[in-house]
T-cell receptor, first 114, second 113 residues
Framework: SAVISQKPSRDICQRGTSLTIQCQVDSQVTMMFWYRQQPGQSLTLIATANQGSEATYESGFVIDKFPISRPNLTFSTLTVSNMSPEDSSIYLC???????????FGPGTRLTVT | GNSVTQMEGPVTLSEEAFLTINCTYTATGYPSLFWYVQYPGEGLQLLLKATKADDKGSNKGFEATYRKETTSFHLEKGSVQVSDSAVYFCALRGDTGRRALTFGSGTRLQVQP
């Protein structure tokens, strides 16, 4: 399995501001994913981030709102831009084990927008 | 597109009771199937998986069998403990195209002593 860390673990932000979430993995992985889990809900995929290419966004998520960087095989960032209270969620990154097709999740970033 | 349907929760059981959480899926081809568990205040953990029809995944006393004929992957445990109280998510990964997971809505399990 992979060990994944995320920073920050939680934050309270004012509407209209932006927050960048970092995801660090202890091994090189091809595919990284960003999900959102709204309170009491399931996980929804925001985008897939492969190193060396543009992130692929799911329907309902756009690059201007959720820009993603993937500068190398162990690191990615997700920015939540121009935040509103509706962006209050847990944001999780995950990685796929290339050999076993298993996906592992970071501990999440709990974001509250006031 | 792919989808996963789980039974509604919460499921409340007494300790040592038998657990079944139903999960059915819709997907083309031959997806891989997973159960994840989220303990209170913790992150999402992979519990078990099955990658082809008739495979049985197992871990920590939990089992699930990949049934292609009924498109199901029900989670079972013979004797639950209070420490099993958590939210359980069924998920699938397609075998082509999109490789991210598609999750079910989650089922909260509460085990009472």
């Amino acid at each position: 399995s992979a060990v994944i860390s995320q920073k920050p673990s939680r934050d309270i932000c004012q509407r209209g501001t932006s927050l960048t979430i970092q995801c660090q993995v202890d091994s090189q992985v091809t595919m990284m994913f960003w999900y959102r889990q709204q309170p009491g809900q399931s996980l929804t995929l925001i985008a897939t981030a492969n190193q060396g290419s543009e992130a692929t966004y799911e329907s309902g998520f756009v690059i201007d709102k959720f820009p993603i960087s993937r500068p190398n095989l162990t690191f990615s960032t997700l920015t939540v831009s121009n935040m509103s209270p509706e962006d209050s969620s847990i944001y999780l990154c995950s990685v796929e084990n290339d050999e076993a097709y298993e996906q592992y999740f970071g501990p999440g970033t709990r974001l509250t927008v006031t | 597109g792919n989808s996963v349907t789980q039974m509604e929760g919460p499921v409340t059981l007494s300790e040592e009771a038998f657990l079944t959480i139903n999960c059915t899926y819709t997907a083309t081809g031959y997806p891989s199937l997973f159960w994840y568990v989220q303990y209170p205040g913790e992150g999402l953990q992979l519990l078990l998986k099955a990658t082809k029809a008739d495979d049985k995944g197992s871990n920590k006393g939990f089992e699930a069998t990949y049934r292609k004929e009924t498109t199901s992957f029900h989670l079972e445990k013979g004797s639950v403990q209070v420490s099993d109280s958590a939210v359980y998510f069924c998920a699938l990964r397609g075998d082509t195209g999109r490789r991210a997971l598609t999750f079910g809505s989650g089922t909260r399990l509460q085990v009472q002593p």
